[in-house]
């Protein structure tokens, strides 16, 4: 207080003004000291929070307040309560339980559980046998030993709760409750046989279902457990049954068998309980059969077979047999017996027991007699019957069977031969070919096989054999051959034939053989053909030319044939015909003498037939056509060409190219290849090609085209050139056609971008659709064609944009978002098409403008706020929803959808939810509307989302009462905890706010100084009002209002919810109503406990038994009811329960399936009433605990769940914990986890269901896992659910991409710009963002090939022209990466590799300068070594070549004249033998074409074959003037005569020279044919000398050919020589003197002889030395000139000096070039000398000594002189032999100095000594120089050199000789006869040499 205030302001009252719950408190008003005023108790409140006010006197009153804090400390003083199992309560329990068997689990309540030292109970169970509780902390009552309902039929039991305080207090412990476990009986006794064995006989006949006998079994069980079951356990073999029920055992089937099957059944018996399978007793039951006649007699086969022998009586067959199953007799005896209907021939028997079959008594078995035998193919007899058995059992069921009998009759040979067919008569003609058939004889035999074998013969009128019968067929065959004509010819027979059967014999039945007569008559025939006389005729005719129209006039050729059968008959007068090779009637043949002319001259064309082969006929002229004869010849017609076509070319015109600017001489390509043909022969060979004069090209002789300049193809017109190209033939005829040559461009230009720098920049709006072109690039190149070809590429357009190959127009693939992208940055290249493409690069930025094409996105797809219910209207929200629009500068608007809800709206700028009603849990506790997003563009379709608003509660309603007031009525002495009422409030508030708690707020009327009344009490949760005390009430009682004597207590009963400080309360009246109805029925416990399980519907709950103590008459009848809670009426049942008055009794049932998750404990009142007036009323309260049942299966908080997780997380990571909960309790709602499907990836904690990874993950292995997860109860019948657990393996970029698409394609070379080559597929393990795929070419790698990749599809197109032959083969490197924006990127390279297809595209072409070698003389249709060489820069189908011959002269151009190709190889065969000699080369026109094209498409070239010489030739001289020459008389030695000039017309090797008459003055130079002077010819003047010359080829060399000839010299006076002096060295002249005789040798062309005979031989010019200059006296006068001496002669004579210098003045012409080159200075006579000899007198004696020298020297070299003439005269005659003497002799005659006339013309007649001294006579200048040669003869065997071998040496004049093979002699020879070989020899050779 203040100091100060009056004392009445000092003055303080204190007060308790709130939180002084149920009036706990009271404060002293004076010196505020807090008292207890009332009951305090913990568990009801456990602290107070009261608020005191402080309060003065003063006038105001002032106060003041404080909170007082008091916390009740508890104590234990509640002692714990059993509320399960009721107290009484009886369990039914069956004996057979097994240890452990829970029969109840007791729980208890304790008020004081859970506060500070009261946390457990225990339980405790009374002992006894049976039962124990185990676990006293969970009151589980379980069975510990074995039940026996004997023993103990009711066991009681009593539980106890107790508390355990650890705060020292005592313990307190519940009243004991009592349950009884009533123990059911079992099954215990076994069934029991009496008898234990049966036994009983019945037939076999018996049917089914006839009753056999009876078992009987007891049990001392009753009801249920002394039902029995029979059942028999084995032996009944499915024959019998038994009547489960009764024990009858029954037949089943009526399939018993006493002969087959078991006699006797043994069977065991089984009795059991029909409830206790497991108690059984068997009994045995013996059945025995009898047998009955109940099978038939059966044979063992239905058909049995035998075999007798025909006409044989005593064959028997004991095979028949027969059975009856029957087991006794007499079923079982037989008998046998033939049916007497089916044997009709009564040829067998049987017998009649034993069934032995034979032939009967005097029957005879005949196969050919009786129609009932059938005689099958194999000849055998064929016969059946029927036999029958039967039994005998002496009853009439006799049964039968019956069985077939074949029969087969064997055949005996007891039948004769007869003919069936014979012809009468026979004619043959002469020519019938030997083994022809003529006719045939058929004999049969009744028999069979070898008894029917027939043998046929010619027994007569066959002496000549001519004829022939076959033995077994009968065919008769001319065996020899017949001549009608022939005049002692045999022209009829008579012939004897039989017929026999071999097995007969002359003792057989029947031996006779069958025998007939048959006639042949011989025929004439035309037998002998006509012959020609030739084989084959050669002809030849003329082709008709059709220029000057001469063809064949004459005839042909005539042919003959000869027929043996003479003229005078018609088969020997013949016809000619031609029957082939005529197809054209071109010939024709006279019929009668064979002459063949020509009818269709103008038909001959030697280009369409070079030749004919005509098949002439000849035919005798026989009357019947068909019998004549014919023979064949073979004319051959050569067609003889003539020149009629002109040139023709392979096309009307040509169209090549060539490249510009290359160098001269290239070629112009052709195609196909100029190629030209004459339709006529060779003869008229070669063509002469040639081009418009003043082109720049030139033309070949093969009719290539070459270039002559270089070429510009700028500045050509039209780029091309039109030339005329003319082919001439050899016979001047001319054929032209027109040629295009195209010069083609050559890439020498880059392609060039025309776009201005504006251009370079551009804009595109992103809404643009696909294919939009966004920028054109264009391009200029000044190379035309391919060259000029653009082709573009571009990077930069990741992937939205492309550039189209061909047109460089940059368009969209895929719609442009700025969003993502908002500018590009482009590089263009423009490659053109050369095979070495030209490229430029520019580069483009391309801005993509923004569309309003996004609409807004919401942040999240929902949004989720709260608000308080009584927040006013307009209120702002912590709810603000948000959505983004990537466009630029737009802005968001918000707006509800559709204005969906009228409590709240939103922002339209900012989004956030603000209220416009104001709000009522109670009416909507939820709301949920759409907000939509505008960016102000129209749209179809605005986004929206969800906004769910949750309205939180506010405690604004107060419990409300179902009804204000109560009244019941309580009879007094009602016991404690008897439900007398319940009262029931409702509050819609929620959560704590809803929970309704109920008390007794006071009595009515409360008195002061007595507490409150104590009657009463209320369950604060459930409104139940009990007792509180045993009802009992007087007048006194200061809480009983009475009215009409009856007592009424008011108690004002509050609900209040849970809204703590601000909790609300409503109020209700309810009146008790304590009537005294005198002697109540008192019930036995003042409250009842009882248990029952849940989900029990009618089952006894318990009993209860209340009596009217002291009553009488109907006070005594109690009826029991059930008591409304609310009403108080009284009812017999209500929704759970029912009860039933019985015998005193109240028997409680469940009315109904109760659910103990609803309500574990049901408290219900039961009210006993007596039937008296008026009635008398007890109550009592039950507590009914409902024991669990495991009815619930575990429930997880989640239909499914869905988790993902990183692949790269570690083992041991926790993925998700799962949730389940069991509404059931203990154990049935204890849980367990655990995966159902099998996992080692995963793994599940089965206390709490987390679930944890046990390996690690690779979600490219497994990219999510399914399985289910089961959480399980351990409720004695378990109970589970299963759940499915979905987890999503997110993908890390951990994997690098993988191609799988082919890196080996091919694509055809062909293909067009930007075709698509391949696609290159890759696939990354990875998923989504981490899987996409760029494709590029691999940086660094140069060979990208003519390729562009598109980086998003992968698709590889052709970006320029593609040429197999250049590059077959390109290695694409190329690569698969991932997305930019990776931490680090994968990539994978690969090479592709890419092979260009071939398309037929190249003509083939043949190798040029082909030259093929083959030798002459080559085998005719013999491929040549060599073949035609032909490429194609294709290949496979496309480069397989194919060869013809375009002037090839067949159909197929295979052939011409002299040569033939092989189609596919190209090889080349003959057509025409070869002869080098004739043409030494062709140029063969070859055509090659693909072989899958047509032929038209060609090339051509001209191959050369050179014809190889093969040494077939011998040397030749005739045509040359060298085989005359000669000397000056004074001519020094070594002064040239002549020079041979041989001509080989082989090639081989050069003529070589020898001189073989060795004393010949001259020699001649091998090498040269250079014939110089040996010797002087002083006196010789006008003297003709002749040397014999050899001239042989191939170097002397094996083997070779020779010629002899004859060089005829004479010697002219000097003085006929000129001199030619030249300004120039002799070294110089040396070397150019061949020049200068050859120029003054033409410049004689006029030089004419004096005789007509010399006029024939052509001038020639001698040059007889070349000198140093010298003047007429021989001096020499400057050693830098040059004299050349010659002479001009013919052979014959030596021209004058002046006329051989008046030719040169007149021809000067013809030496002027090659002397004014050699600086001619003069010509001058050769000068005349006289005086002494020319040869100085030391040069005499020079040559004398020389002379003796050599004299010496050949006498030593005698021998080597002998061997080198036997080796000249072997090459002599070795070879061919040409002799010139007669030619020679013609022109010696009459003519100027005769060389050899007379000295030695007649040397074959003269001897040695004479043709010595003719020689001395003749040339007295050699008389001093002669030199006799011994000749030494040889041996035998011996060949003499030079002369040859003998056989080749002449036949001496006058001595015989005898020829050889080789036409020499073999006798031997002696000197003189080879001395005489040398004198006869042509050659003139002699003895003598000439020194």
């Given at each position: 207080?203040?100091?100060?205030?009056?004392?009445?302001?000092?003055?303080?009252?204190?007060?308790?003004?709130?939180?002084?719950?149920?009036?706990?408190?009271?404060?002293?008003?004076?010196?505020?000291?807090?008292?207890?005023?009332?009951?305090?108790?913990?568990?009801?409140?456990?602290?107070?929070?009261?608020?005191?006010?402080?309060?003065?006197?003063?006038?105001?009153?002032?106060?003041?307040?404080?909170?007082?804090?008091?916390?009740?400390?508890?104590?234990?003083?509640?002692?714990?309560?059993?509320?399960?199992?009721?107290?009484?309560?009886?369990?039914?329990?069956?004996?057979?339980?097994?240890?452990?068997?829970?029969?109840?689990?007791?729980?208890?309540?304790?008020?004081?559980?859970?506060?500070?030292?009261?946390?457990?109970?225990?339980?405790?169970?009374?002992?006894?046998?049976?039962?124990?509780?185990?676990?006293?902390?969970?009151?589980?009552?379980?069975?510990?030993?074995?039940?026996?309902?004997?023993?103990?039929?009711?066991?009681?039991?009593?539980?106890?709760?107790?508390?355990?305080?650890?705060?020292?207090?005592?313990?307190?412990?519940?009243?004991?409750?009592?349950?009884?476990?009533?123990?059911?009986?079992?099954?215990?006794?076994?069934?029991?046989?009496?008898?234990?064995?049966?036994?009983?006989?019945?037939?076999?006949?018996?049917?089914?279902?006839?009753?056999?006998?009876?078992?009987?079994?007891?049990?001392?069980?009753?009801?249920?457990?002394?039902?029995?079951?029979?059942?028999?356990?084995?032996?009944?073999?499915?024959?019998?049954?038994?009547?489960?029920?009764?024990?009858?055992?029954?037949?089943?089937?009526?399939?018993?068998?006493?002969?087959?099957?078991?006699?006797?059944?043994?069977?065991?018996?089984?009795?059991?309980?029909?409830?206790?399978?497991?108690?059984?007793?068997?009994?045995?039951?013996?059945?025995?059969?009898?047998?009955?006649?109940?099978?038939?007699?059966?044979?063992?086969?239905?058909?049995?077979?035998?075999?007798?022998?025909?006409?044989?009586?005593?064959?028997?067959?004991?095979?028949?047999?027969?059975?009856?199953?029957?087991?006794?007799?007499?079923?079982?005896?037989?008998?046998?017996?033939?049916?007497?209907?089916?044997?009709?021939?009564?040829?067998?028997?049987?017998?009649?027991?034993?069934?032995?079959?034979?032939?009967?008594?005097?029957?005879?078995?005949?196969?050919?007699?009786?129609?009932?035998?059938?005689?099958?193919?194999?000849?055998?007899?064929?016969?059946?019957?029927?036999?029958?058995?039967?039994?005998?059992?002496?009853?009439?069921?006799?049964?039968?069977?019956?069985?077939?009998?074949?029969?087969?009759?064997?055949?005996?040979?007891?039948?004769?031969?007869?003919?069936?067919?014979?012809?009468?008569?026979?004619?043959?003609?002469?020519?019938?070919?030997?083994?022809?058939?003529?006719?045939?004889?058929?004999?049969?035999?009744?028999?069979?096989?070898?008894?029917?074998?027939?043998?046929?013969?010619?027994?007569?009128?066959?002496?000549?054999?001519?004829?022939?019968?076959?033995?077994?067929?009968?065919?008769?065959?001319?065996?020899?051959?017949?001549?009608?004509?022939?005049?002692?010819?045999?022209?009829?027979?008579?012939?004897?034939?039989?017929?026999?059967?071999?097995?007969?014999?002359?003792?057989?039945?029947?031996?006779?053989?069958?025998?007939?007569?048959?006639?042949?008559?011989?025929?004439?025939?035309?037998?002998?053909?006509?012959?020609?006389?030739?084989?084959?005729?050669?002809?030849?005719?003329?082709?008709?030319?059709?220029?000057?129209?001469?063809?064949?006039?004459?005839?042909?050729?005539?042919?003959?044939?000869?027929?043996?059968?003479?003229?005078?008959?018609?088969?020997?007068?013949?016809?000619?015909?031609?029957?082939?090779?005529?197809?054209?009637?071109?010939?024709?043949?006279?019929?009668?003498?064979?002459?063949?002319?020509?009818?269709?001259?103008?038909?001959?064309?030697?280009?369409?037939?070079?030749?004919?082969?005509?098949?002439?006929?000849?035919?005798?002229?026989?009357?019947?056509?068909?019998?004549?004869?014919?023979?064949?010849?073979?004319?051959?017609?050569?067609?003889?060409?003539?020149?009629?076509?002109?040139?023709?070319?392979?096309?009307?015109?040509?169209?090549?190219?060539?490249?510009?600017?290359?160098?001269?001489?290239?070629?112009?390509?052709?195609?196909?290849?100029?190629?030209?043909?004459?339709?006529?022969?060779?003869?008229?060979?070669?063509?002469?090609?040639?081009?418009?004069?003043?082109?720049?090209?030139?033309?070949?002789?093969?009719?290539?085209?070459?270039?002559?300049?270089?070429?510009?193809?700028?500045?050509?017109?039209?780029?091309?050139?039109?030339?005329?190209?003319?082919?001439?033939?050899?016979?001047?005829?001319?054929?032209?056609?027109?040629?295009?040559?195209?010069?083609?461009?050559?890439?020498?230009?880059?392609?060039?971008?025309?776009?201005?720098?504006?251009?370079?920049?551009?804009?595109?709006?992103?809404?643009?659709?696909?294919?939009?072109?966004?920028?054109?690039?264009?391009?200029?190149?000044?190379?035309?064609?391919?060259?000029?070809?653009?082709?573009?590429?571009?990077?930069?357009?990741?992937?939205?944009?492309?550039?189209?190959?061909?047109?460089?127009?940059?368009?969209?693939?895929?719609?442009?978002?700025?969003?993502?992208?908002?500018?590009?940055?482009?590089?263009?290249?423009?490659?053109?098409?050369?095979?070495?493409?030209?490229?430029?690069?520019?580069?483009?930025?391309?801005?993509?403008?923004?569309?309003?094409?996004?609409?807004?996105?919401?942040?999240?797809?929902?949004?989720?706020?709260?608000?308080?219910?009584?927040?006013?209207?307009?209120?702002?929200?912590?709810?603000?929803?948000?959505?983004?629009?990537?466009?630029?500068?737009?802005?968001?608007?918000?707006?509800?959808?559709?204005?969906?809800?009228?409590?709240?709206?939103?922002?339209?700028?900012?989004?956030?939810?603000?209220?416009?009603?104001?709000?009522?849990?109670?009416?909507?506790?939820?709301?949920?509307?759409?907000?939509?997003?505008?960016?102000?563009?129209?749209?179809?379709?605005?986004?929206?989302?969800?906004?769910?608003?949750?309205?939180?509660?506010?405690?604004?309603?107060?419990?409300?009462?179902?009804?204000?007031?109560?009244?019941?009525?309580?009879?007094?002495?009602?016991?404690?905890?008897?439900?007398?009422?319940?009262?029931?409030?409702?509050?819609?508030?929620?959560?704590?706010?809803?929970?309704?708690?109920?008390?007794?707020?006071?009595?009515?009327?409360?008195?002061?100084?007595?507490?409150?009344?104590?009657?009463?009490?209320?369950?604060?949760?459930?409104?139940?009002?009990?007792?509180?005390?045993?009802?009992?009430?007087?007048?006194?009682?200061?809480?009983?209002?009475?009215?009409?004597?009856?007592?009424?207590?008011?108690?004002?009963?509050?609900?209040?919810?849970?809204?703590?400080?601000?909790?609300?309360?409503?109020?209700?009246?309810?009146?008790?109503?304590?009537?005294?109805?005198?002697?109540?029925?008192?019930?036995?416990?003042?409250?009842?406990?009882?248990?029952?399980?849940?989900?029990?519907?009618?089952?006894?709950?318990?009993?209860?038994?209340?009596?009217?103590?002291?009553?009488?008459?109907?006070?005594?009848?109690?009826?029991?009811?059930?008591?409304?809670?609310?009403?108080?009426?009284?009812?017999?049942?209500?929704?759970?329960?029912?009860?039933?008055?019985?015998?005193?009794?109240?028997?409680?049932?469940?009315?109904?399936?109760?659910?103990?998750?609803?309500?574990?404990?049901?408290?219900?009142?039961?009210?006993?009433?007596?039937?008296?007036?008026?009635?008398?009323?007890?109550?009592?309260?039950?507590?009914?605990?409902?024991v669990d049942v495991n009815d619930n299966i575990p429930s997880f908080n989640q239909e499914s769940y869905q988790v993902t997780i990183s692949e790269e997380v570690e083992v041991g990571t926790v993925v998700v914990r799962l949730f389940a909960s069991d509404e059931d309790s203990g154990e049935?709602?204890?849980?367990?986890?655990?995966?159902?499907?099998?996992?080692?990836?995963?793994?599940?904690?089965?206390?709490?269901?987390?679930?944890?990874?046990?390996?690690?993950?690779?979600?490219?292995?497994?990219?999510?896992?399914?399985?289910?997860?089961?959480?399980?109860?351990?409720?004695?019948?378990?109970?589970?659910?299963?759940?499915?657990?979905?987890?999503?393996?997110?993908?890390?970029?951990?994997?690098?991409?993988?191609?799988?698409?082919?890196?080996?394609?091919?694509?055809?070379?062909?293909?067009?710009?930007?075709?698509?080559?391949t696609q290159l597929v890759a696939t990354d393990e990875d998923e989504g963002y981490n899987a996409e795929i760029v494709y590029t070419f691999s940086e660094g790698a140069t060979e990208f090939g003519p390729f562009s990749v598109n980086s998003l599809s992968g698709v590889i197109t052709l970006?320029?022209?593609?040429?197999?032959?250049?590059?077959?083969?390109?290695?694409?490197?190329?690569?698969?990466?991932?997305?930019?924006?990776?931490?680090?990127?994968?990539?994978?390279?690969?090479?592709?590799?890419?092979?260009?297809?071939?398309?037929?595209?190249?003509?083939?072409?043949?190798?040029?300068?082909?030259?093929?070698?083959?030798?002459?003389?080559?085998?005719?249709?013999?491929?040549?070594?060599?073949?035609?060489?032909?490429?194609?820069?294709?290949?496979?189908?496309?480069?397989?070549?194919?060869?013809?011959?375009?002037?090839?002269?067949?159909?197929?151009?295979?052939?011409?004249?002299?040569?033939?190709?092989?189609?596919?190889?190209?090889?080349?065969?003959?057509?025409?033998?070869?002869?080098?000699?004739?043409?030494?080369?062709?140029?063969?026109?070859?055509?090659?074409?693909?072989?899958?094209?047509?032929?038209?498409?060609?090339?051509?070239?001209?191959?050369?074959?050179?014809?190889?010489?093969?040494?077939?030739?011998?040397?030749?001289?005739?045509?040359?003037?060298?085989?005359?020459?000669?000397?000056?008389?004074?001519?020094?030695?070594?002064?040239?005569?002549?020079?041979?000039?041989?001509?080989?017309?082989?090639?081989?090797?050069?003529?070589?020279?020898?001189?073989?008459?060795?004393?010949?003055?001259?020699?001649?130079?091998?090498?040269?044919?250079?014939?110089?002077?040996?010797?002087?010819?002083?006196?010789?003047?006008?003297?003709?000398?002749?040397?014999?010359?050899?001239?042989?080829?191939?170097?002397?060399?094996?083997?070779?050919?020779?010629?002899?000839?004859?060089?005829?010299?004479?010697?002219?006076?000097?003085?006929?020589?000129?001199?030619?002096?030249?300004?120039?060295?002799?070294?110089?002249?040396?070397?150019?003197?061949?020049?200068?005789?050859?120029?003054?040798?033409?410049?004689?062309?006029?030089?004419?002889?004096?005789?007509?005979?010399?006029?024939?031989?052509?001038?020639?010019?001698?040059?007889?030395?070349?000198?140093?200059?010298?003047?007429?006296?021989?001096?020499?006068?400057?050693?830098?000139?040059?004299?050349?001496?010659?002479?001009?002669?013919?052979?014959?004579?030596?021209?004058?000096?002046?006329?051989?210098?008046?030719?040169?003045?007149?021809?000067?012409?013809?030496?002027?070039?090659?002397?004014?080159?050699?600086?001619?200075?003069?010509?001058?006579?050769?000068?005349?000398?006289?005086?002494?000899?020319?040869?100085?007198?030391?040069?005499?004696?020079?040559?004398?000594?020389?002379?003796?020298?050599?004299?010496?020297?050949?006498?030593?070299?005698?021998?080597?002189?002998?061997?080198?003439?036997?080796?000249?005269?072997?090459?002599?005659?070795?070879?061919?032999?040409?002799?010139?003497?007669?030619?020679?002799?013609?022109?010696?005659?009459?003519?100027?100095?005769?060389?050899?006339?007379?000295?030695?013309?007649?040397?074959?007649?003269?001897?040695?000594?004479?043709?010595?001294?003719?020689?001395?006579?003749?040339?007295?200048?050699?008389?001093?120089?002669?030199?006799?040669?011994?000749?030494?003869?040889?041996?035998?065997?011996?060949?003499?050199?030079?002369?040859?071998?003998?056989?080749?040496?002449?036949?001496?004049?006058?001595?015989?000789?005898?020829?050889?093979?080789?036409?020499?002699?073999?006798?031997?020879?002696?000197?003189?006869?080879?001395?005489?070989?040398?004198?006869?020899?042509?050659?003139?050779?002699?003895?003598?040499?000439?020194?």
């Open positions: 207080t203040e100091e100060g205030d009056p004392i009445a302001n000092n003055d303080i009252i204190y007060q308790i003004i709130s939180g002084n719950t149920g009036g706990a408190f009271d404060i002293d008003r004076a010196d505020g000291r807090i008292l207890v005023a009332g009951s305090i108790d913990y568990e009801s409140v456990m602290a107070y929070s009261l608020t005191v006010q402080a309060s003065d006197q003063g006038s105001p009153p002032l106060s003041g307040e404080t909170s007082v804090e008091i916390i009740v400390i508890p104590k234990n003083d509640a002692t714990p309560v059993i509320t399960s199992p009721s107290d009484n309560i009886e369990y039914s329990v069956a004996e057979d339980k097994a240890i452990g068997y829970e029969l109840v689990e007791a729980k208890a309540s304790d008020a004081d559980l859970g506060t500070l030292g009261h946390s457990t109970i225990t339980f405790t169970l009374a002992a006894n046998d049976y039962f124990e509780i185990k676990d006293s902390s969970v009151g589980s009552v379980t069975l510990k030993s074995q039940l026996s309902y004997q023993t103990a039929s009711s066991i009681p039991l009593q539980v106890t709760a107790c508390d355990n305080p650890t705060d020292g207090e005592a313990q307190r412990c519940s009243a004991a409750t009592s349950m009884t476990a009533n123990v059911v009986d079992g099954n215990n006794h076994h069934p029991m046989f009496v008898p234990e064995s049966y036994s009983e006989d019945i037939s076999e006949s018996v049917s089914g279902g006839t009753s056999v006998l009876k078992v009987t079994a007891t049990d001392e069980d009753s009801g249920l457990h002394g039902v029995i079951v029979y059942s028999i356990l084995s032996g009944d073999e499915g024959q019998f049954t038994i009547e489960p029920s009764t024990g009858v055992i029954r037949v089943s089937t009526g399939m018993l068998d006493y002969d087959a099957g078991t006699r006797v059944f043994n069977m065991m018996v089984e009795a059991k309980n029909d409830d206790n399978l497991m108690f059984a007793d068997n009994a045995t039951v013996m059945i025995s059969l009898t047998d009955a006649n109940d099978n038939l007699p059966f044979f063992n086969q239905p058909v049995f077979q035998f075999t007798f022998t025909e006409g044989d009586p005593s064959t028997t067959h004991t095979g028949i047999g027969a059975m009856d199953a029957d087991a006794t007799a007499p079923n079982k005896m037989l008998e046998y017996r033939i049916m007497a209907t089916s044997d009709e021939t009564g040829w067998f028997a049987i017998g009649l027991t034993d069934a032995t079959l034979s032939v009967s008594s005097g029957a005879v078995v005949d196969r050919e007699d009786s129609d009932e035998v059938f005689i099958n193919d194999l000849g055998i007899g064929e016969y059946s019957f029927f036999i029958e058995v039967s039994d005998d059992s002496f009853t009439d069921n006799t049964r039968t069977d019956t069985a077939r009998v074949e029969i087969k009759i064997i055949d005996i040979n007891d039948n004769p031969a007869v003919f069936t067919e014979f012809p009468e008569a026979l004619s043959v003609a002469e020519n019938t070919v030997v083994d022809t058939p003529l006719g045939t004889v058929v004999a049969s035999d009744k028999d069979y096989a070898s008894n029917a074998e027939i043998v046929y013969a010619i027994d007569s009128g066959n002496d000549e054999g001519k004829f022939a019968i076959d033995s077994s067929t009968g065919i008769i065959t001319l065996a020899q051959s017949l001549d009608h004509d022939a005049p002692d010819a045999t022209r009829s027979y008579q012939l004897t034939i039989s017929a026999q059967n071999p097995a007969s014999t002359e003792l057989s039945a029947f031996p006779t053989k069958v025998t007939r007569m048959l006639d042949i008559t011989v025929l004439n025939s035309n037998d002998n053909p006509p012959i020609f006389e030739q084989e084959e005729y050669p002809a030849s005719v003329v082709e008709y030319n059709v220029l000057t129209s001469v063809g064949q006039t004459s005839g042909v050729v005539t042919v003959h044939a000869n027929d043996a059968d003479g003229d005078d008959t018609v088969n020997g007068q013949v016809s000619y015909s031609i029957t082939g090779g005529n197809s054209k009637g071109i010939f024709v043949v006279h019929e009668m003498n064979g002459a063949i002319t020509v009818d269709k001259p103008m038909m001959i064309d030697y280009e369409t037939d070079m030749s004919f082969s005509l098949v002439i006929t000849v035919t005798d002229l026989a009357p019947i056509e068909s019998e004549r004869k014919t023979d064949t010849t073979l004319v051959e017609v050569t067609v003889m060409d003539s020149n009629d076509h002109y040139p023709e070319f392979g096309r009307d015109t040509y169209e090549g190219s060539v490249m510009e600017e290359l160098e001269v001489d290239s070629p112009v390509t052709v195609s196909p290849s100029i190629s030209a043909t004459d339709a006529d022969s060779a003869l008229f060979d070669p063509l002469v090609f040639s081009l418009t004069e003043g082109s720049p090209f030139k033309v070949g002789s093969d009719g290539s085209i070459t270039t002559s300049q270089v070429l510009n193809r700028e500045g050509l017109p039209n780029d091309r050139y039109e030339l005329t190209l003319t082919a001439t033939d050899d016979g001047n005829l001319a054929t032209s056609t027109n040629i295009t040559i195209v010069v083609l461009d050559a890439n020498d230009h880059d392609p060039e971008f025309v776009l201005t720098s504006d251009e370079l920049t551009t804009k595109v709006s992103e809404n643009v659709t696909e294919g939009t072109t966004v920028q054109r690039v264009e391009t200029t190149d000044e190379d035309i064609g391919v060259n000029a070809l653009a082709t573009y590429t571009m990077s930069g357009g990741k992937g939205d944009l492309e550039i189209v190959l061909e047109t460089g127009d940059i368009v969209t693939i895929e719609t442009l978002d700025r969003e993502l992208t908002s500018f590009y940055e482009l590089t263009v290249v423009v490659k053109d098409g050369g095979l070495v493409p030209r490229s430029s690069e520019i580069s483009f930025t391309i801005f993509v403008t923004d569309e309003n094409d996004n609409p807004p996105e919401f942040t999240n797809s929902s949004f989720i706020g709260s608000v308080s219910e009584d927040v006013p209207i307009g209120t702002m929200l912590d709810l603000v929803v948000k959505a983004n629009d990537p466009d630029e500068g737009d802005t968001v608007r918000y707006s509800l959808t559709d204005n969906s809800d009228t409590y709240f709206d939103v922002d339209e700028v900012t989004g956030r939810i603000y209220t416009t009603r104001e709000l009522d849990r109670e009416e909507i506790a939820f709301h949920s509307f759409a907000v939509t997003a505008s960016d102000l563009a129209v749209r179809d379709e605005q986004p929206t989302t969800i906004v769910e608003v949750r309205i939180l509660d506010l405690n604004d309603n107060f419990p409300k009462f179902v009804q204000q007031e109560y009244e019941t009525n309580v009879p007094e002495g009602t016991f404690t905890n008897v439900g007398v009422l319940q009262v029931f409030a409702n509050d819609i508030d929620e959560g704590s706010n809803g929970m309704v708690s109920y008390s007794i707020s006071s009595f009515d009327p409360p008195e002061a100084g007595y507490p409150p009344n104590p009657l009463f009490k209320i369950n604060e949760e459930n409104g139940f009002i009990f007792s509180n005390v045993e009802i009992s009430t007087t007048q006194d009682d200061p809480w009983c209002q009475f009215e009409n004597g009856t007592c009424m207590v008011t108690l004002n009963v509050s609900a209040f919810d849970g809204g703590g400080d601000e909790s609300l309360a409503s109020f209700a009246t309810v009146t008790l109503n304590l009537i005294d109805d005198g002697t109540i029925p008192i019930f036995k416990n003042s409250s009842y406990s009882f248990g029952v399980r849940e989900e029990s519907d009618g089952e006894l709950v318990g009993v209860v038994r209340a009596e009217a103590e002291g009553a009488v008459g109907e006070n005594m009848e109690v009826t029991y009811y059930i008591m409304d809670p609310s009403t108080g009426e009284l009812v017999t049942n209500n929704s759970m329960f029912r009860v039933e008055t019985s015998q005193g009794n109240g028997l409680i049932y469940t009315a109904s399936a109760l659910n103990r998750e609803k309500l574990e404990v049901a408290i219900i009142t039961i009210a006993a009433r007596t039937s008296g007036e008026p009635p008398r009323t007890g109550l009592t309260s039950v507590f009914i605990n409902l049935n709602g204890r849980i367990r986890y655990e995966i159902v499907d099998a996992t080692e990836t995963f793994k599940i904690n089965m206390d709490d269901g987390t679930v944890t990874t046990s390996a690690g993950l690779d979600r490219e292995q497994s990219g999510s896992y399914v399985f289910n997860i089961s959480a399980i109860d351990y409720g004695t019948d378990p109970q589970s659910s299963t759940v499915q657990l979905s987890i999503t393996v997110q993908d890390e970029n951990d994997n690098s991409p993988v191609f799988v698409s082919p890196l080996a394609i091919s694509v055809s070379e062909d293909a067009k710009f930007g075709i698509v080559v970006s320029s022209s593609l040429d197999r032959e250049e590059i077959e083969i390109y290695n694409v490197y190329v690569v698969a990466s991932d997305q930019e924006g990776h931490v680090a990127n994968r990539s994978t390279p690969a090479v592709l590799k890419v092979t260009v297809m071939d398309v037929n595209d190249n003509l083939p072409e043949i190798v040029p300068d082909q030259a093929i070698s083959v030798l002459e003389g080559y085998p005719m249709n013999t491929l040549f070594e060599s073949f035609v060489e032909a490429t194609d820069r294709d290949k496979g189908e496309n480069a397989e070549i194919c060869f013809f011959l375009p002037q090839g002269s067949d159909a197929d151009k295979k052939c011409d004249q002299q040569f033939c190709i092989e189609t596919e190889t190209g090889g080349l065969y003959l057509n025409k033998d070869l002869d080098r000699e004739e043409k030494e080369s062709y140029d063969l026109t070859v055509a090659v074409y693909n072989c899958e094209e047509s032929r038209e498409n060609n090339t051509e070239a001209i191959v050369t074959v050179v014809v190889l010489d093969v040494n077939d030739n011998p040397p030749s001289l005739e045509s040359c003037n060298c085989l005359s020459g000669a000397a000056a008389e004074e001519a020094p030695f070594g002064t040239t005569v002549t020079t041979l000039t041989g001509v080989d017309p082989d090639s081989s090797s050069p003529v070589y020279f020898e001189i073989t008459n060795d004393l010949a003055p001259f020699i001649v130079d091998r090498d040269t044919g250079v014939v110089t002077s040996a010797g002087l010819f002083r006196g010789m003047l006008g003297d003709t000398l002749s040397v014999d010359i050899l001239a042989y080829d191939n170097f002397g060399n094996e083997p070779f050919m020779t010629t002899n000839v004859t060089l005829t010299v004479f010697i002219f006076r000097e003085t006929l020589q000129i001199i030619l002096t030249f300004n120039r060295p002799k070294d110089e002249i040396d070397d150019r003197a061949n020049d200068v005789q050859n120029v003054v040798q033409q410049a004689m062309i006029d030089l004419r002889p004096s005789s007509p005979e010399a006029a024939m031989i052509d001038t020639m010019v001698t040059v007889s030395i070349v000198r140093v200059a010298q003047n007429d006296a021989g001096t020499v006068v400057d050693t830098l000139k040059t004299d050349i001496i010659l002479f001009a002669h013919n052979g014959m004579e030596v021209f004058e000096p002046e006329a051989v210098i008046g030719q040169l003045e007149s021809n000067y012409g013809v030496v002027e070039a090659l002397f004014l080159e050699l600086e001619f200075e003069n010509v001058r006579p050769y000068p005349t000398i006289s005086g002494p000899s020319l040869i100085p007198a030391w040069v005499w004696v020079v040559i004398v000594i020389l002379a003796c020298i050599i004299i010496c020297l050949m006498c030593f070299f005698l021998f080597f002189f002998i061997a080198e003439r036997r080796r000249l005269r072997k090459l002599k005659h070795r070879g061919a032999h040409s002799s010139y003497h007669s030619q020679m002799d013609q022109f010696t005659s009459g003519v100027q100095n005769p060389i050899w006339v007379s000295p030695y013309e007649n040397w074959e007649e003269s001897t040695v000594d004479e043709s010595a001294s003719q020689l001395e006579r003749a040339n007295p200048i050699y008389e001093s120089q002669e030199l006799t040669i011994e000749m030494f003869q040889q041996d035998d065997d011996d060949t003499l050199s030079g002369l040859g071998s003998r056989e080749n040496l002449a036949v001496p004049p006058g001595g015989p000789a005898t020829s050889t093979p080789f036409g020499g002699r073999n006798s031997e020879l002696d000197e003189d006869d080879i001395l005489a070989d040398i004198v006869g020899s042509g050659t003139k050779s002699s003895k003598t040499a000439l020194i």
